[in-house]
C-alpha cells in the first residue's frame, strides 16, 4: 500500500475525530451532559452512534480475516453481532432506560438496593471494557504498520491519546457525534472499495470456489515468514525453501515436506507454486504445542459454531459501552427506536466484510501464513486493482479502520470512566471524570504492549463471552424476575462471569497444550458459562427468598410501565 495516500487519510480522521469532538464539546455543560448528553439524544442519532461504537476493530478487520483463514462457517460472526441487538429489543432497552441509570452498576443499586452487588457489577464492567480495549488498540497498532512499516505500538498510542482527549474534554455529549460521524465513514469506507474489488473480481474472470477448504495459490507466491511459524500438514507439500525448515538450512532448494507439523525459522523465504494449497499455521515458538482457537474449531465444529452463537447473541446486551448509550434516549419507546434503527445501520453494514475475507482467499492466501490475515481489507485493493486507483482506495479504507478504533475505543473509554468515577475515585465531579478517563485507557494501553494478542474477532468473542455470563443473566432476571435477590445477583455474576474471565484468561494465555476437550471448553466458555451464571443466580436467589429488597414490585413497575405512567409509581 502507498503509504504516501493512506498516512494523510489516516491523519484527516483523526483530525476530523476531533473537530467533530470538540463542536460535542462546546454544547457540554453539565455533569449530565458528560454522562449521559443531558438523556436527549434522538432515536435517529443515537442508532448512528451506537452504530458506529459497536463496528469495533472486529467488525472492520477481525470477520474478514477470520472468513480469509476459516471460510464460510465465520459467517456466524456478524449473524450473531446483528441478531444481538434483536435480544436487547426484545428484552432489556426500554425497561433499562425507564430504570432512570447512568451505568450498569447504577441499574444494579437501583434493582437490588446493594453497595456489594453495585460494586462486583462496577468490577465486571472495568474488566469487560479492558478486554475490548485491547484488540482496538492492537488492530490500530497492526494498521498503521502495514501502512507505514512503523512499531506495531505506534498505532494504539495515537488512538488512546486522540480518545482520551475527547472523552476527557466533551465526555458523551462529544462522543455521540463522533461516534455517528465515524460509522457513516466506515460504511463509505467499506462499501466503496468493495465495489470496484468486485468489478475487478468480475474482470477477472470471476474465479470461483472462495470456499474450499483449504484455501489454494491461485498463482505462484513468495511468502516470508517474520515469525517463528508451524505448518501442519495431512498431505505431502512441495515448497521452494530459502532459510530454514524443521532446523535444516535451505538455499532456494525444492523440499518436499511429509505429512506433520514442521516448523519454519524466522526470515525463511517459501515459495509456492500455483494451485498449491495453502497450508495451515499457527505462530509462536512452541505453538505446535499450544493449539489455537481455529484448530478447536476444526476439532469441534459444532461445539465452537454454538459457543460463538451463544456469546454473540447475549453478550451484546451487557457490552458497557452499548448499554451505555441507551441511558442517553428521552424515553423508553425511543430507546425501541434506536434498537431497530440500530438493526438496519449494523445489517448493511455486516454484509460488506465477507466479501472482503472471501476474496482475501482467492487473491491474498498466504496473510494465512504471515499471521496478517487482519490486514485483508486493508491490503486487497492494491493487490486487486493496483495503480493510483489502488493506493486511493486503500487509503479510504485504512481511514475508515482509524475511524473503527477511535469510535468503539471512545464508547468503551466512557463506559469504564463513568464506573471508575461513580465507584473508585472520591468524587463524582467532571475534573474525577476526566482522570477516570485517563486511567480507563491507560491500563489496556500498556497491556497492549505486553500481551501478543489472538486474532481481533476472536479477542472481542471472549469479551462478548465474559459479557454474556456475567451482565446477561443480571438484566434478564433483574429486569424480569421479582425473586432475584442480591446474593443470587452476587453470586451469579461471580460464577458466571468469573469463570468465563478465567476461561478467557487460560485461552490467551495458550493454556492447556495438546488441544482436546479442555482447550475448547476454554476456547469457548459461553456455551457452560451463561447457562451456569443464570442457575446459579436462579438458585442462589431461591434459597434466600427473605432478601427480596423492599419495594420490588414498585421498581419493576417503573421499568415497565410508560413514561407518562411512571410519576404514579413510587419506588
Not at 458506529?52 to 465465520?74: N, R
Not at 526470515?267 to 507454486?273: K, M, N, Q, Y
Request: glycine share 12%; hydrophobic share 50%; proline share 6%.
Amino acid at each position: 500500500m502507498n503509504s504516501g495516500y493512506a498516512v494523510p487519510a489516516v491523519a484527516l480522521v483523526l483530525v476530523s475525530t476531533v473537530l467533530v469532538g470538540a463542536f460535542g464539546l462546546r454544547i457540554s455543560r453539565t455533569t449530565s451532559d458528560f454522562y449521559v448528553a443531558s438523556r436527549t439524544v434522538g432515536p435517529r442519532l443515537n442508532a448512528a452512534a451506537i452504530s458506529g461504537e459497536y463496528l469495533s476493530a472486529a467488525s472492520f478487520l477481525g470477520i474478514a480475516g477470520l472468513v480469509l483463514v476459516q471460510g464460510a462457517d465465520m459467517l456466524w460472526y456478524p449473524v450473531g453481532y446483528t441478531a444481538g441487538y434483536l435480544v436487547l429489543l426484545l428484552f432489556v432497552a426500554a425497561p433499562l432506560r425507564r430504570s432512570g441509570a447512568y451505568t450498569l452498576p447504577d441499574f444494579a443499586e437501583a434493582r437490588l438496593a446493594s453497595q456489594a452487588v453495585r460494586r462486583l457489577a462496577g468490577a465486571f464492567v472495568v474488566g469487560v471494557g479492558w478486554l475490548y480495549l485491547l484488540p482496538q488498540l492492537q488492530g490500530a497498532g497492526l494498521t498503521l504498520t502495514v501502512l507505514t512499516g512503523a512499531p506495531d505500538w505506534l498505532g494504539g498510542v495515537i488512538v488512546a491519546v486522540v480518545v482520551t482527549a475527547i472523552v476527557a474534554a466533551g465526555g458523551m455529549r462529544s462522543i455521540t457525534f463522533v461516534q455517528a460521524f465515524q460509522y457513516w465513514l466506515k460504511l463509505t469506507a467499506l462499501l466503496v472499495p468493495a465495489l470496484f474489488l468486485v468489478l475487478a473480481w468480475q474482470g477477472d474472470g470471476a474465479p470461483g470456489r472462495a470456499f474450499d477448504e483449504p484455501a489454494a495459490f491461485r498463482e505462484q507466491r513468495s511468502v516470508r515468514v517474520q515469525d517463528p511459524l508451524a505448518l501442519r500438514l495431512d498431505r505431502p507439500l512441495t515448497v521452494t525453501v530459502d532459510g530454514t525448515v524443521d532446523g535444516r538450512a535451505h538455499d532456494h532448494a525444492a523440499v518436499r515436506l511429509e505429512p506433520g507439523t514442521h516448523r519454519i525459522a524466522a526470515g525463511t523465504h517459501l515459495t509456492f507454486a500455483a494451485g498449491t494449497p495453502v497450508p495451515a499455521a499457527g505462530h509462536g515458538a512452541d505453538d505446535a504445542l499450544s493449539p489455537s482457537r481455529a484448530e478447536s474449531r476444526t476439532e469441534r465444529p459444532l461445539y465452537a459454531t454454538y459457543g460463538l452463537i451463544l456469546a454473540t447473541f447475549f453478550g451484546t446486551m451487557g457490552l458497557p459501552h452499548v448499554v451505555v448509550r441507551f441511558y442517553t434516549s428521552p424515553h423508553g419507546v425511543a430507546a425501541r427506536r434506536t434498537t431497530v434503527a440500530v438493526l438496519a445501520l449494523i445489517g448493511a453494514f455486516y454484509l460488506l466484510p465477507p466479501v472482503y475475507g472471501a476474496l482475501g482467499r482467492l487473491y491474498a492466501p498466504e496473510l494465512t501464513l504471515t499471521g496478517d490475515a487482519d490486514a485483508a481489507v486493508l491490503l486487497l485493493p492494491g493487490r486487486m486493482i493496483g495503480g493510483v486507483g489502488g493506493d486511493l482506495l486503500g487509503a479510504l479504507v485504512a481511514g475508515g479502520a482509524f475511524a473503527a478504533f477511535l469510535s468503539t475505543a471512545s464508547g468503551l473509554t466512557m463506559a469504564v470512566a463513568g464506573v471508575l468515577t461513580q465507584d473508585v475515585l472520591p468524587s463524582r465531579g467532571v475534573r474525577h471524570f476526566r482522570l477516570g478517563t485517563v486511567l480507563a485507557m491507560a491500563v489496556p494501553l500498556a497491556a497492549s504492549a505486553l500481551v501478543g494478542g489472538l486474532p481481533v474477532a476472536d479477542a472481542v468473542g471472549l469479551a462478548f463471552a465474559v459479557s454474556a455470563s456475567s451482565f446477561c443473566p443480571l438484566l434478564v432476571l433483574g429486569i424480569w424476575w421479582r425473586r432475584l435477590t442480591p446474593p443470587g445477583a452476587a453470586a451469579g455474576m461471580l460464577v458466571g462471569g468469573g469463570s468465563a474471565l478465567l476461561a478467557v484468561a487460560a485461552t490467551m494465555a495458550g493454556f492447556p497444550g495438546g488441544g482436546g476437550a479442555l482447550h475448547a471448553l476454554l476456547a469457548w466458555p459461553a456455551l457452560w458459562s451463561v447457562p451456569l451464571g443464570f442457575l446459579t443466580m436462579i438458585l442462589v436467589s431461591l434459597a434466600t427468598p427473605g432478601r427480596v429488597p423492599a419495594g420490588t414490585a414498585a421498581i419493576l413497575a417503573r421499568f415497565h410501565l410508560p413514561e407518562e405512567l411512571r410519576s404514579e409509581v413510587t419506588p
